[in-house]
């Protein structure tokens, strides 16, 4: 079976810190992959997509950058850290083959201090 | 482009009531949709799906119809259990070309059930 992980759950860092977060998926290949940020008291937004290593879509103007130099690993990442980068951030992955399913890590907060 | 709207909350509802959670969607195409639930402290689940028109989805006690007429996905339950606060977000899927799928979901609902 599929399984998802991504890590740390948990990380408080200073503004102006760097940032990598880290998502790994196991039993699938070559899925499609995604990054969601889910700000307090706000819904759901999609950061990143990739349909390949090194194919990597940027859905909103931002302090983030992503990177998939694996087919199963999704990286998020930042040089510099800034308080409104605080929230509750969610690594997914959908099967290329259908795609009309997509399954959620158990998720990272952030909190930037 | 593609777009979810739900009920905004919070709602509040007393164990054993009747729940309705309201989803409407514009899409392009023929989008997949889905109901995700997230409980206090912990990510997302799917919590239910429909793939075509007229399909039902269910898990768990609740339920939601592709109503394409509509263009509706209303997430219903019988009778609620405190187990059940959490917030519900509708989504839809739908193919963006490239090999790619989008995931559109909505603002989210916070449920609350009192004893």
């Known amino acids: 079976s599929q399984t998802i992980h991504q890590w740390p759950a948990t990380l408080v860092q200073p503004v102006g810190s760097p940032l990598s977060l880290e998502c790994t998926v196991e039993?699938?290949?070559?899925?499609?992959l995604y990054w969601y940020r889910q700000a307090a008291g706000r819904g759901l937004q999609l950061l990143f997509y990739?349909?390949?290593?090194?194919?990597i879509s940027s859905e909103v103007p931002q302090n983030l950058s992503a990177s998939r130099p694996q087919d199963r690993q999704f990286i998020l990442s930042s040089k510099k850290l800034l308080l409104s980068d605080s929230g509750f951030y969610l690594c997914?992955?959908?099967?290329?083959?259908?795609?009309?399913?997509?399954?959620f890590g158990e998720g990272s907060w952030l909190t930037v201090v | 482009g593609n777009s979810v709207t739900q009920m905004e909350g919070p709602v509040t509802l007393s164990e054993e009531a009747f729940l309705t959670i309201n989803c409407t969607y514009t899409a392009t195409g023929y989008p997949s949709l889905f109901w995700y639930v997230q409980y206090p402290g912990e990510g997302l689940q799917l919590l239910l799906k429909?793939?075509?028109?007229?399909d039902k989805g269910s898990n768990k006690g609740f339920e939601a119809t592709y109503r394409k007429e509509t263009t509706s996905f209303h997430l219903e339950k019988g009778s609620v259990q405190v187990s059940d606060s959490a917030v519900y977000f509708c989504a839809l899927i739908a193919y963006s070309g490239a090999g790619s799928y989008q995931l559109t979901f909505g603002k989210g609902t916070k449920l609350s059930v009192i004893p």
């Open positions: 039993g699938t290949s070559n899925p499609n």
């Open positions: 429909a793939t075509k028109a007229d």
């Open positions: 990739s349909v390949g290593i090194g194919q």
């Open positions: 997914a992955w959908s099967p290329i083959s259908s795609g009309n399913t997509i399954y």
